[in-house]
């Protein structure tokens, strides 16, 4: 009897948690908060969906959210009609999720060979591959569903979208840039933004409803995506390698800080770029200068490479993009006062 018990003791031990080592505590205790609502037999299972999602770790839907909200309010020159708001802002959450749902899928060979990782729900076998495939169906129609809410030029352009996100996962099989496919992955709801505000009036041309505007934030969107994914990478690399991944930390390898740099340097210029194309006022350019500061704090954080700086210095990125969104909202409604 003592011996099963131990047995029993030790596997529990040895099980994975429930929620991966990089989820946030805050996001953990509301989402087990919210979870005590339900009937006791469906906790398990629906807590595995929702990690699946990455529900417990919403920064990386905020990553997608703020440069969507950038072009949101760009194209509208103010605040967005509020219908659109309410679409790209339901849009965000749900292809973020379907993204990480064919994320987990793709790496379910790599992730139980990372630390970090080998808690996640498919990684423990508390998934199955097939499930989390329906899923990520499911999320994908729905996500659909909102866009066909819009116009045929967002519709078009969702279909793109899609490709992105769900070759991204597979990118790092195959080149050390999935950190840029993530960064246009990411960044393809800006062209689907302007296109939305832009893109339905009759006898409205694609280069109307996406001026050099839409595809400068395009840009400028994929150079950030890479460095605060590349930032994100560096925490797993040595684990990376040995399993045989590929990302942009590894490529970059001991020059990683410098090329960052340089990808900083570049995302700061687009932003000034942006500020100048668009006519914004001032005031815009005091998120510049923040986003500036957290880049500057970005590098120092990195200095040693350590993983949990490195991990704090991707979560900065947070307080980045939601300067320079503020000061985007702050310069236009100055110019309209």
């Known amino acids: 009897m003592k011996t099963a018990t131990r047995d029993k003791a030790h596997r529990a031990a040895a099980a994975p948690p429930a929620h991966p080592a990089d989820a ?4 953990r205790g509301v989402l087990e908060a919210l979870l005590r609502l339900l009937p006791k037999h469906w906790r398990p299972a629906t807590r595995d969906y ?15 959210l703020w440069p969507t909200w950038w072009a949101l309010w760009l194209a509208a020159d103010d605040f967005p009609p509020p219908h659109l708001l309410v679409i790209f ?19 379910r060979w790599l992730d139980p060979q990372v630390e970090r990782t080998r808690g996640r729900p498919i990684a423990a076998g508390r998934i199955t591959p097939r499930a989390a495939l329906v899923l990520f169906g499911v999320l994908m129609v729905l996500a659909f ?7 045929a030029m967002t519709v078009k352009l969702s279909l793109a979208g899609a490709a992105l996100a769900t070759l991204y996962p597979f990118a790092k099989r195959y080149t050390h840039l999935p ?3 993530l960064g246009a992955a990411f960044g393809w709801s800006i062209p689907m933004a302007f296109a939305a505000v832009n893109g339905g009036a009759p006898m ?10 839409c595809w400068l934030l395009f840009l400028a969107n994929v150079v950030w995506a890479t460095v605060y994914d590349t930032e994100y990478a560096m925490v797993d690399r040595d684990e990376d390698i040995a399993a ?7 490529l970059f390898g001991d020059d990683d800080r410098i090329i960052i740099g340089v990808l900083m340097g570049t995302f700061v210029l687009a932003l000034l770029m942006v500020g100048t194309r668009a006519g914004l006022h001032w005031t815009y350019y005091l998120g510049v200068g923040a986003a500036t500061g957290c880049c500057i704090w970005q590098q120092y954080l990195i200095r040693e490479r350590e993983r949990a700086a ?4 991707f979560r900065n990125n947070l307080w980045l993009g939601m300067a320079v969104w503020a000061s985007i909202c702050l310069a236009l409604a100055l110019q309209h006062s």
């Open 24 to 27: 946030s505590a805050r996001s």
């Open 50 to 64: 929702l990690v699946l999602m990455r529900m417990d770790r919403p920064i990386g839907a905020l990553l997608l």
């Open 89 to 107: 802002t339901l849009g965000v959450f749900l292809m973020r999720a379907a993204g990480c749902v064919i994320n987990d899928y793709a790496d």
């Open 145 to 151: 569903g909102l866009v066909l809410l819009t116009n």
């Open 179 to 181: 950190q840029v496919v």
């Open 204 to 213: 409205t041309t694609w280069f109307q409803a996406l001026p050099p505007l």
């Open 244 to 250: 045989g991944s590929k990302s942009t930390a590894i």
């Open 310 to 313: 490195c991990f704090a210095a």
